[in-house]
């Protein structure tokens, strides 16, 4: 991603993640699933980049999704409260390579 267009210097990976959620939850490339293809986006960019998304549970996640869509949250209200489950495994320098099935809800 290019830092300067997703918060410059400031950005982090939390607030990054949210900014791709933003930006295909409410771009409406598909009929249906933009909502649910920005999450788990969202989702996996984290893992990809050596930390892990722990949400609290699932409902509450999709609550915050919906609200950041319909405009009643912003993306830094959002950023907030899913900052706390974005943790970086103690292990992160000895972590496995990824194969090419660890996300395979995308393909």
């Known amino acids: 991603m290019h830092m300067h267009a997703f918060g410059g210097n400031d950005a982090d990976l939390v607030s990054l993640g949210v900014k791709l959620l933003e930006s ?17 986006t969202a989702a996996a960019f984290p893992d990809i980049n050596g930390c892990v ?29 899913l900052r706390p489950y974005i943790v970086t495994p103690p292990s992160q320098e000895k972590s496995p390579e990824r194969g090419p099935d660890a996300y395979a809800f995308v393909q």
């Open 24 to 40: 295909v939850a409410r771009a409406h490339a598909f009929l249906d699933g933009n909502k649910c293809v920005g999450f788990y």
């Open 53 to 81: 998304f722990a949400p609290p549970d699932e409902e509450k996640v999709s609550r915050w999704v919906e609200q950041l869509a319909t405009h009643e949250i912003d993306a830094p209200r959002l950023t907030d409260l």
